[in-house]
C-alpha cells in the first residue's frame, strides 16, 4: 500500500487481479481501517486521511492537518475518528492528537510539550470514556525517548501518564486491549512484546 510519492489505494479479487486503483499525491499511505458504516479510512504520513467505498469512489478527503506525521487512526464509540503522531516545533517532535467528526471536519487537534523534550504518539486504544496512548517521549536532551503509556479522555485531557526509565529504544509500534483489562504492547529497535496491566504497571516483557 506505500508508494515512494504518493498514496496508492488499490483493491483486489479473491485472485489477486486488480478491480480498481487511485493514487493521491504527496503523501505515503500508513495504515487502513474499515469504518461501521462499512467504508474505508486511509491514513498518509504525512497528516492525510481520505474516506472511500468498497468501489473507490472518494467520499471525503482532508488534510494536511497541522500534524508533522501520523502514526495511528482509530474510530471513537461515539462517532468520528482520533488520530495520533507528532508536530514538528523547532527543531524537536511532540506528541499529537487529532479528533475529527465522521465528515473528516476537526473537532480539536492538540500538542503536547508540558515537560517534554521530545516525543511521538505510537499508537492508542479507544476505551468507553478515555483513549489509552503507547508513545515514546524524551523528558531532556539526554534521554533517549522513553517507553510511555498514558490515558486521556475523550477531549484529550491527560489523566495518567507512565514513563519507563528503563525502556529506553523500546519503541512502540502497535497495542491491544485483551479481555481482561490489561494491555498487549509490541514494538521494534528491541524487538519486545509486553503486557501492561489498566494502570499501566508493567506485568512482564519479553
Known sequence: MNSIEHMFLFRLNKSGDLIWERIFPNDQAWKIIKTTDNNYLAMGVFANLVKFNINGDTLWKRGPFDAYNFTAIKEVNNGGYVVCGAQLIGFNLFPYLLRINS????LWERTYTNGIFEGVYNDLIVENESFVIGANISDSGFISRKLSILKT???????????????????IESMIRMPDGSYIIGGGNNNFVSKFDQNGGILWLK
Open 103 to 106: 465528515s473528516g471536519d476537526i
Open 153 to 171: 479522555d475523550t477531549s484529550g485531557n491527560i489523566i495518567w501518564t507512565q514513563k519507563y526509565d528503563s525502556l529506553q529504544y523500546h519503541t
